[in-house]
């Protein structure tokens, strides 16, 4: 497991346990997110742009919620998977966001492989929260495969994400 991933499961494992006595986990609708950001901006072994849609379910289990994602990059890797995010709401408009989901990968090449069909991405997220719910946030992710390969390269992704209540897009 990466120091990153280590670090933002320490980050979300604190924040979860205050989370019965923090006022400010509030309760939000379930949204689709847009993002869109550099990847692979670290290592910059094979830089582009990544693409990603997430479903955030408002079922709460405890303070961890259910999502699932889709991601696609300019340089053709690809990824396919589900976990669970705390909302961790500072004051009434900043809300920060760890998240931690198994991935299915697909692609690679010669520049950077993965090594593994299956990566563990992790990430933090800060937003601003509008009247209507909708966030607009930053975020940084990193992907690993948790050395399950035989090399474990990992990479990162910093991202704009633009989060929508579902109701707002498709009704009650």
């Known amino acids: 497991m990466s120091k990153v991933t280590k670090a933002l499961l320490l980050a979300a494992g604190i924040i979860g346990g205050f989370g019965t006595s923090f006022p400010a986990f509030a309760d939000d609708p379930d949204f689709l997110s847009f993002s869109a950001g550099s990847y692979d901006w670290n290592r910059q072994k094979e830089e582009g742009a990544e693409f990603r ?3 955030r379910s408002d079922a709460k289990f405890w303070v961890f919620k259910p999502f699932a994602a ?7 890797q690809g990824f396919l998977g589900a976990g669970v995010l705390i909302d961790v709401f500072l004051g009434n408009r900043l809300v ?8 299915l990968y697909t692609g690679g090449n010669s520049k950077l492989d ?3 069909p299956l990566e563990f991405r992790s990430q933090l997220e800060l937003a601003y929260r509008f009247d209507d719910r909708s966030r ?10 948790a050395s399950l390969g035989k090399t474990n390269p990992g990479t990162e992704s910093a991202s704009l994400i633009y989060s929508v209540p579902f109701d707002k897009l498709f009704g009650n």
Request: hydrophobic share 35%.
């Open 70 to 76: 889709i991601a696609g990059t300019s340089t053709g």
């Open 96 to 103: 920060l966001t760890p998240s931690f989901a198994p991935h």
């Open 53 to 55: 849609l997430e479903y």
């Open 114 to 116: 993965l090594d593994y």
């Open 136 to 145: 607009l946030g930053i975020a940084v992710s990193h992907y690993s495969n």
